[in-house]
């Protein structure tokens, strides 16, 4: 039986302990939890609540935005431009091949309003294990030279896709991973991706802010069907 079925089942039979209370009710800056330890259980256990770490370093803060924003595949608003770029094949695209560099980049990366970064060498070893599991996803650009200049990285439970972080050292480059995944989630009709926090940047690509009870309600849904976790390296996005 795969982990996260086994994991699934283990709660439910009350044959392993919970981590979290059962519902977690965010505070007004969305902070639901802090505490305990960071490890594939505690990950998988917190996402199927509804919240997400914060960062790694302790005490670990849980977070459960309210409002939180949603990504629905087949809504993702893709420009001219970047559906010109895509056809262009100036960029190449694949997934689950450079995992760890992805988060890497995604850590180095400096962001306006931010010192240092919340990926800490814990949390790149944790969604490592989870990359390992299949539970957790990346997705890679390239340029005409094969040097990485692109990605996102995300976990996938039911028919939900959690996106963590991505990062662009070419223009539009993030943009090309988000169009790739859309596309395949699209396919196989993924309910939606959790983005998180709101940013102008994903809205002006279709994202939506919806409450927390809503967010809850989805997530139920999604949860519900069984969940893909099997290597994503073979996707294809035409």
Not at 133 to 156: F, K, M, N, P, R
Not at 187 to 208: S, V, Y
């Amino acid at each position: 039986m795969a982990l996260f079925k086994k994991f699934m089942a283990d709660l439910a039979a009350g044959k392993r302990s919970e981590a979290f209370p059962k519902t977690l009710e965010p505070d007004g800056y969305g902070l639901v939890f802090v505490g305990g330890e960071l490890s594939v259980y505690t990950v998988i256990e917190a996402y199927i609540k509804g919240s997400f770490p914060w960062t790694g370093s302790h005490p670990i803060p849980w977070f459960s935005p309210d409002p939180r924003l949603v990504l629905f595949p087949k809504m993702f608003k893709a420009s001219r431009s970047l559906r010109k770029l895509a056809r262009q094949k100036k960029f190449t695209v694949s997934f689950d091949l450079r995992f760890r560099e992805v988060m890497e980049n995604c850590a180095a990366i400096p962001r306006k309003g931010q010192k240092g970064t919340w990926i800490t060498e814990n949390m790149i070893d944790v969604y490592c294990e989870l990359h390992r599991l299949h539970i957790a996803h990346s997705i890679e650009v390239y340029d005409s030279e094969c040097v990485l200049c692109g990605g996102l990285y995300g976990l996938t439970f039911g028919r939900a896709f959690f996106g963590e972080s991505m990062f662009s050292l070419v223009s539009n480059t993030s943009k090309l991973a988000i169009y790739a995944l859309c596309r395949v989630l699209a396919a196989w009709k993924f309910d939606f991706i959790d983005c998180q926090e709101i940013t102008g940047h994903l809205m002006r690509l279709g994202a939506i802010p919806i409450t927390h009870r809503e967010y809850m309600e989805l997530l139920r849904r999604a949860l519900s069907c069984g969940s893909y976790h099997e290597k994503w390296n073979n996707c294809k996005t035409a």
